[in-house]
C-alpha cells in the first residue's frame, strides 16, 4: 500500500516514508525475528538508488508452528501472534487479501511525535509462491519496464505466471487470449535472453538496471519518433514492437504505462531519457524477432499449441454463433412487423437452425455445419429471408397452443385444490 495503509486505522498512525538506513535496520530485525517462525522468509530486491521507502515487504512461508499457521489456526489469531512478536502496535486484515499490515515502532530517537514503520507481511502458499512472489516484485519498476518490451510481442507476466496472448482474441477479451506458459522464473529469464545470475543481485544504478533491461532479446528501438497519438507500447497489429521513448513515444503509451509515467520516477526515466540515448548513440535498432517466431518457440518449449488452437477455435465458433443469431437469424427478419409475430418467427427459426428440428419433414441445408461447427451464414441467410413468414406462423400457433396448455394446467390445479377436503376446526 506505499506507507499509507494506517492513514485511515481509528487512531490514525504516522507512517513517514522511511530514510535507508531507517529501512535496513527494521528489515534486518524483522527478518531475523520471523526466521524463528517460518522456514521460508524472503524481501524484494529493492530498485536501485531510491532514497527514502514507503513501507517494507516481506514475504513468509512454511510456519514452523500451528501459532504462525493459517491452515490451521484462525488468521486473526495469526496476526495477534505476529503482532506480539514483532512488537507491532497495530494490525490491518481484510478478508481474501494474503498481505497483512504491521505498525512497528520507529526506532527511538530524539522525535517529540511517536513514528511508526509500515510492513506488509504477505502470506505465500508455500516456498514456490514465495520464490515467484520475489521473483516478480523484484527491483521496483524492472516487470514494468520489460512489460513495455515483452507485450508487443505477445507475452504478458502478471502476479501468477508467463502468458502467451492470442492475438485474435485480445482485441476484445484480454484475459481469454492469455495461455499459461510457466510461473518458473529461470525459465522465463532464459526465454527472453536475460542473465539469471544479474536478475537476484541488486543493481549498483538506475543505469545498470537500464541496460540489463536493454538486453532482452525482443528489445529494439525504433530509428526515429513517429508522429501521432496512440499505443506504441503493446500494439497487436505488425507484431514487431519497438521502443520509441521521448516526448512523441509519451503520447502512444497505454493508459497504465501513462500513469506510471507520473508516478514512478525510474519508469519516466527509462521513457525519456534512457531510450531517446540509445536512440542517440545508435544502439538496439534492429528488431531481431517477430511475435510471429516468439510463439512458435512458445508452442516448443511449452507445449501448448494444442492448447492455443483449441482455445481459438472455440473462440472463433462463439463469435459466429453470436453473428449467426443476432445478425444472420435477428437481423434479417423485417423490423416494421408486428413485434409479437417477429418474435414467433425468431424463436422458431432459431429451433431451425441452431437446434436442427426438422422443417417441412426435414433438416434444411441452413441447420447444417461444416467440419468445424460453423454454419455457411450466406445459405442462413436465404433461408431466414424465403421462411421467415411461414416460421412466424408456426410459431404463432405452438405459442398459443403453450399458453392454452398452460392455463389448462393453471385451472385443474385450481380444481383439485379446491376438492381437497377442509380439516374441520373444533
Not at 481509528?10 to 525475528?33: C, F, G, H, N, V
Not at 514487431?240 to 504505462?257: A, I, S, T
Not at 443469431?325 to 424463436?347: H, N, Q, T
Request: aromatic fraction near 8%.
Amino acid at each position: 500500500m506505499g506507507g499509507n495503509a494506517f492513514n485511515k486505522h481509528s487512531p490514525a498512525l504516522p507512517t513517514p516514508r522511511m530514510p535507508p538506513e531507517i529501512y535496513t535496520k527494521i528489515l534486518s530485525q524483522t527478518l531475523d525475528t520471523l526466521r524463528k517462525h517460518y522456514q521460508h522468509v524472503g524481501s524484494p530486491i529493492e530498485a536501485p538508488g531510491k532514497p527514502d521507502f514507503g513501507d517494507i515487504d516481506i514475504m513468509v512461508a512454511s510456519p514452523l508452528s500451528r501459532d504462525f499457521d493459517t491452515l490451521t489456526t484462525p488468521r486473526k489469531t495469526v496476526v495477534e501472534n505476529l503482532s506480539k512478536t514483532l512488537g507491532a502496535a497495530a494490525s490491518i486484515l481484510e478478508s481474501g487479501n494474503p498481505t497483512i499490515n504491521l505498525a512497528v515502532p520507529w526506532p527511538a530517537g530524539e522525535e517529540e511525535e511517536q513514528k511508526y514503520v509500515q510492513i506488509d507481511l504477505h502470506v505465500c502458499k508455500d516456498a514456490k509462491d514465495l520464490t515467484w512472489n520475489l521473483f516478480h516484485a523484484a527491483h521496483g519498476d524492472l516487470w514494468n519496464i520489460l512489460g513495455t518490451t515483452i507485450r508487443p510481442f505477445g507475452l504478458t507476466v502478471n502476479d501468477k505466471g508467463m502468458y502467451l496472448r492470442i492475438p485474435e482474441i485480445e482485441l476484445l477479451d484480454r484475459k481469454k487470449s492469455m495461455v499459461f506458459l510457466t510461473d518458473s522464473p529461470s525459465q522465463i529469464l532464459e526465454f527472453l535472453g536475460l542473465d539469471e545470475r544479474k536478475w537476484w543481485s541488486e543493481f549498483g544504478s538506475r543505469r545498470e538496471m537500464f541496460e540489463f533491461a536493454a538486453g532482452c532479446r525482443m528489445f529494439w528501438v525504433k530509428e526515429n519518433e513517429v508522429e501521432g497519438v496512440g499505443d506504441v507500447v503493446g500494439d497487436v497489429e505488425g507484431g514487431v514492437g519497438g521502443q520509441e521513448g521521448g516526448e512523441k513515444g509519451k503520447k502512444k503509451l497505454k493508459h497504465n504505462d501513462r500513469q506510471r509515467m507520473a508516478k514512478r520516477p525510474i519508469f519516466r526515466g527509462w521513457i525519456e531519457e534512457f531510450i531517446p540515448l540509445l536512440r542517440e548513440e545508435g544502439r538496439c535498432g534492429e528488431c531481431k524477432v517477430t511475435r510471429e517466431q516468439v510463439t512458435e518457440e512458445a508452442f516448443a518449449k511449452w507445449g501448448v499449441k494444442t492448447e492455443y488452437e483449441e482455445r481459438l477455435r472455440a473462440w472463433r465458433l462463439a463469435r459466429h454463433e453470436d453473428e449467426l443469431w443476432r445478425e444472420v437469424i435477428k437481423g434479417s427478419i423485417p423490423e416494421d412487423v408486428d413485434p409479437l409475430f417477429r418474435g414467433a418467427a425468431i424463436r422458431q427459426l432459431k429451433v431451425v437452425i441452431m437446434e436442427a428440428e426438422e422443417w417441412e419433414g426435414t433438416v434444411p441445408d441452413a441447420a447444417k455445419k461444416n467440419e468445424e461447427g460453423f454454419h455457411d451464414l450466406e445459405v442462413v441467410r436465404k433461408f431466414v429471408f424465403d421462411n421467415w413468414k411461414k416460421a412466424g406462423e408456426v410459431g404463432w400457433e405452438r405459442q398459443q397452443k403453450r399458453a392454452m396448455e398452460g392455463m389448462k394446467a393453471k385451472a385443474e390445479k385450481k380444481r383439485k385444490v379446491g376438492e381437497e377436503p377442509k380439516e374441520s376446526i373444533s
